[in-house]
């Protein structure tokens, strides 16, 4: 089984401030990971994805995220944040299942920021 | 111009009413998928597809069928809507092995 847990719903910053965005997983394969943004009501968006390699990787809009194994954690980054980075960020954990190929996603329940002016 | 689009966006139907929820990509993907969301939940997955006249079952299909008649389409099928339905529902596409979704804007229903 697999599972992926944002633990803050919501958090709120003042604009400028840097940021950081918890992930933790749970499987037992090698995963990869995803970042998504939700904007007010839109659909979601792709921010950054992880298969292998450099532990650190980098986004669109300055976000970044850094892959601990030992950890079991994706946590997102960004140095300093603005006021139209206030939405909902997904995590994503994306298990390959051979047969069939399809792609077994599992979504944290999002985490919720505001940037306050 | 947008590679997923959903019609209707928003959409209010009554209980025991059919409700047909529909997604163009044009991606040139194989995968598409339907998932729900909840206020205050993540994304659950309703039905997929990785061919044309082919769909799954995803972790909650119960009240749902789906339907894909050609890769760029897949509909969401309520046959008798309840008030527990009322979500916004996202179509998304992918090729395949990226686990690299491409979401569309989502379509609002409301059952009454």
């Known amino acids: 089984a697999q599972s992926v847990t944002q633990p803050d719903a919501r958090v709120t910053v003042s604009e400028g401030a840097s940021l950081q965005l918890r992930c933790k997983y749970s499987?037992?394969?090698?995963?990869?990971l995803f970042w998504y943004v939700q904007y007010p009501r839109q659909g979601l968006q792709l921010l950054l994805k992880?298969?292998?390699?450099?532990?650190v990787v980098q986004g669109v809009n300055g976000f970044e995220a850094e892959f601990s194994k030992s950890n079991s954690s994706f946590h997102l980054r960004k140095a300093s944040v603005h006021w139209s980075d206030s939405a909902v960020y997904f995590c994503?954990?994306?298990?390959?299942?051979?047969?069939?190929?399809?792609?077994?996603?599992?979504f944290g329940q999002g985490t919720v920021l505001s940037v306050i002016p | 111009e947008a590679a997923v689009t959903q019609s209707p966006r928003s959409k209010v139907a009554v209980t025991g009413g059919k409700v047909t929820l529909s997604c163009h990509q044009t991606n040139n993907h194989d995968y598409m998928y339907w998932y729900r969301q909840d206020t205050g939940h993540g994304l659950r997955l309703i039905h997929y597809s990785y061919v044309a006249d082919s769909t799954e079952k995803g972790d909650i299909p119960d009240g749902y069928k789906a339907s894909r008649p050609s890769q760029e389409n897949f509909s969401l099928i309520l046959e008798l809507a309840s008030l527990s339905q009322t979500a916004v529902y996202f179509c998304a596409s992918s090729g395949q092995n990226t686990g690299q979704l491409y979401f569309g804007e989502g379509s609002k229903l409301t059952v009454l």
């Open positions: 992880y298969y292998s390699g450099d532990p």
């Open positions: 499987y037992s394969g090698t995963p990869y």
């Open positions: 994503v954990l994306s298990a390959l299942v051979a047969t069939g190929g399809n792609n077994k996603l599992t």
